[in-house]
């Protein structure tokens, strides 16, 4: 396993294939003066997430919000065993909580992995919320496609725009709870933010602004052909 690292100010990576779990998403940290959790991995690497978050110099007691991009098994697994143990809030969108907090169709069959299921704290609902937690604040923008509830969030550091997007990438497909159409729309707006930094959910961080556009491209072209 590789080392957890700094994305930039504020950011740092904790959880990934290479860093926590090979089932696991990439997870991010920010130091919002409290500690932030995006996504939580596929279930089998709290402790890990754990040491990592330790390995940068931080202490998880200092966490106090997960916040959850949309209910996948690879995004959400650890999630009620971090809330239990750091009696975390978690934020997720409306749309998905249902699936996050019964464990229905968040695919954890298909991971070979047992699911338990999360209470979400605070529900998102519409398009746009925006919110500080600790110093910072968070938008969250609701782009359904990927899922029903999928959402993405952007923070400021450094004067730069830094989004996780997580799932960019797909899959849109019907099986796996997708929407093309509906992802299609959502791609274009969240390419509207413009961001200086994209935190993926499996490609890891990518940066400047042109590789960002480029990337989120890519899958939009692949989308409307
Ligand atoms: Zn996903």
Redesign the pocket.
């Known amino acids: 396993m590789q080392s957890p690292f700094r994305v930039c100010e504020k950011v740092y990576m904790v959880g990934s294939a290479d860093i926590s779990s090979g089932m696991d998403c990439c997870v991010y940290l920010v130091d919002a003066g409290e500690l932030v959790l995006i996504d939580a991995g596929a279930g089998g690497s709290t402790d890990k997430l754990i040491v990592n978050i330790q390995a940068l110099g931080f202490m998880p007691e200092q966490l106090t919000t997960l916040i959850i991009t949309?209910a996948?098994i690879d995004?959400i697994g650890s999630a009620a065993d971090l809330r239990d143990r750091f009696n975390l809030r978690v934020i997720a969108h409306a749309e998905d909580s249902a699936a996050i907090e019964s464990g229905k169709k968040v695919g954890a069959e298909h991971y070979g992995v047992r699911y338990r299921p999360c209470p979400v704290d605070e529900k998102l609902a519409g398009q746009l919320n925006e919110r500080f937690i600790g110093s910072t604040k968070f938008s969250f923008m609701y782009v359904p496609g990927?899922t029903p509830g999928s959402m993405v969030v952007t923070i400021e550091s450094e004067g730069k725009k830094v989004l996780f997007g997580q799932?960019i990438h797909g899959p849109y497909m019907p099986m796996w709870g997708g929407d093309p159409q509906l992802a299609a729309i959502s791609l274009e707006r969240i390419m509207q933010i413009e961001a200086d930094i994209l935190c993926e959910?499996h490609y890891g961080a990518i940066k400047p602004a042109d590789e960002v556009k480029q990337f989120i491209s890519e899958f939009l072209d692949e989308l409307k052909s």
Do not use: A, F, S
């Open positions: 949309h996948h995004h990927h799932d959910g």
